[in-house]
Structure formats: C-alpha cells, structure tokens
C-alpha cells in the first residue's frame, strides 16, 4: 500500500494525533498557549515524519480532510481541558494552516464550524500560516485573514524570515504574531549575522506593534538571550517537547 492510501485509512480511523508543544512568556516563564502539532503512528510504518504525510496530504488533496480534523481536534481539545478544569483555561492553541489547503478549501468557514462544534472562542484558537500562502495570492489570503478576524482568531506567520516577505504586506494585513524561524534563533548565540537578523525582526515587530514568539530555543542561555533582548514568547526543547493532549494538560496545571 502507499503512503497515501495508509494516510487515507488512518485518517478514516482515526489513527492521526495532535501532539501539543508550550509557548513561554519569556519574562514570567508562564505556559499561554500551545502549539498543535500532527503525528501519525502507523503499526508498519512507524511514526511518520509529518513533513513526509503533510506532503502527500498536499499532494493528493487530503490534506482537506487533514486540515479540517486538526482544526476540529484543537478546538475540541481546549473544550476537553476546560471541562476537565471546570472553567476556561487562559491559553490558547495554535494550529497550522497548509498554503495548498488555504489556496482550495473555504477554511474560514471551517474554522467557524469547529469553533462553533466546541463552543470554544476564536480567540483561542491561532492559525499559523507561511509567507508563502501569501505570495500565492495576495487578494485570496487578504480575504481570508479578514474573515478569520471577525472570528477573533489571532493569526501567527509562521517560519518568519525564511520565505518572502513583502513587508507592506505585513503592515497591511492583520497579523498579529511573528514566529521567528528556528534557523535564526538557535545558532544566534554563535552566529553574530543570524543574531542581527533577530534583533531586525525583534525591531520590526516593535515597530509594526506585533507580538513575537522565537521558535527553536534549546538553551537555558538562549531563553536568557531573547529575553534580554526584549523577545516576548519562546517556543522549544528547553521548555518542552511536543506532548499528547492530557500530559499537555497535566503540564499546564502544574504549573499555571
Ligand atoms: O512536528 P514537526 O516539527 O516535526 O513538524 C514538521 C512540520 O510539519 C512543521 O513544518 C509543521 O508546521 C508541519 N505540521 C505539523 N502538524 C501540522 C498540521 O496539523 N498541519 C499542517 N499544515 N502542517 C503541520
Ligand atoms: O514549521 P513549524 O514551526 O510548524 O515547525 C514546528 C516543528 O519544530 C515541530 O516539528 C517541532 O517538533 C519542532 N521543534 C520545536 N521546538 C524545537 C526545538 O527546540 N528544536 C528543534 N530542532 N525543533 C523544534
Ligand atoms: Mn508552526
Ligand atoms: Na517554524
């Protein structure tokens, strides 16, 4: 069988799984939110690397399918967690949305059902996109960046550095988080030139009054570095790996 037809079964089946990593406030230390991320366990092929299954997602268009159960399974994991908690907790998830996904489907309205399927508020829940769903077409991911923010979902570019940017666009669309590529952040500390590049970015998003959360960080030192450096949030090994749902639960409430 193929990769894509084991995809397409597991999907059916339910055998898809979002594993969710911390995003730090860099000052306080404090968890406000995580990152949904996708793993696939096959009983032959083993854990599939998710940039090997999104691929052929994207590739053979269930990547539709895909995108809309990580959405409902975001959504529906924050609904779990306050019911577990017994009220709303104050962290988010982010999900990640794929350009061949944004460039097809109407995924506003994909967002607004599992949103409302949950009865979670858009608020909590942050699409992270790449610069490259806008290069794509610029009026398309305009249109849905709007809609997205009358549903009051936060939206994060993800990867920031690596593609792109038409930095007008940045000013004129409403992004509210710039995700600084991990290529920058983690060799920073030696790499005086992709040190300049972070405090560019870390400028720039002063200037244009976004939010910014460095991704990669495996250091104690490097957390201390961007922290100094004015860096809000932090994404990476040094805080937490990736996790299922429930440890991601246990490992907020132990220490919000
Ligand atoms: O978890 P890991 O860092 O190995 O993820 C590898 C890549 O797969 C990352 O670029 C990540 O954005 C992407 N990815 C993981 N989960 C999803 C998902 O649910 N949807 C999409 N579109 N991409 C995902
Ligand atoms: O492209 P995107 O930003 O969505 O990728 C997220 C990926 O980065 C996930 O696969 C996640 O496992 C990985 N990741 C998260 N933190 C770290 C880190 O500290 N170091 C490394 N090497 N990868 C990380
Ligand atoms: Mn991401
Ligand atoms: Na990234």
């Not at 460039?103 to 399927?117: P, Q």
């Not at 460095?214 to 004015?230: D, N, V």
Request: hydrophobic content about 45%; charged content about 20%.
């Amino acid at each position: 069988f193929s990769i894509e037809s084991r995809l397409r079964t597991a999907l059916a089946q339910g055998d898809l799984t979002l594993a969710y990593q911390p995003l730090i406030q860099l000052q306080t230390g404090e968890i406000t939110g995580f990152e949904a991320l996708a793993r696939w366990n096959d009983p032959d092929l083993g854990n599939v690397s998710p940039c090997e299954f999104i691929a052929v997602a994207e590739e053979s268009g269930l990547i539709t399918p895909l995108g809309r159960w990580a959405a409902y399974e975001a959504a529906q994991a924050l609904s779990r967690w306050d019911a577990k908690f017994g009220q709303a907790l104050p962290v988010g998830i982010n999900v990640n949305l794929s350009p061949i996904q944004m460039a097809r489907d109407d995924v506003a309205s994909m967002f607004e059902e599992a949103l409302r399927y949950s009865g979670v508020s858009g608020k909590r829940l942050t699409v992270e996109l790449t610069e490259s769903a806008i290069i794509a077409d610029p009026d398309k991911a305009r249109k849905l960046l709007v809609a997205l923010k009358d549903l009051q979902m936060p939206i994060a570019m993800d990867d920031f550095g690596t593609g792109y940017s038409n930095l007008a666009s940045l000013h004129s669309l409403p992004i509210d988080i710039l995700k600084i590529d991990r290529s920058f952040v983690s060799t920073m500390l030696e790499d005086k030139d992709k040190q300049a590049i972070v405090r560019t970015i870390l400028s720039l998003a002063e200037s244009l009054n976004l939010h910014v959360t460095a991704e990669g960080i495996e250091t104690q030192e490097l957390a201390h570095a961007l922290q100094s450096m004015g860096c809000g949030h932090g994404q990476g090994f040094y805080f937490a790996r990736p996790m299922p749902e429930n440890e991601a639960f246990d490992y907020w409430r132990a220490r919000w």
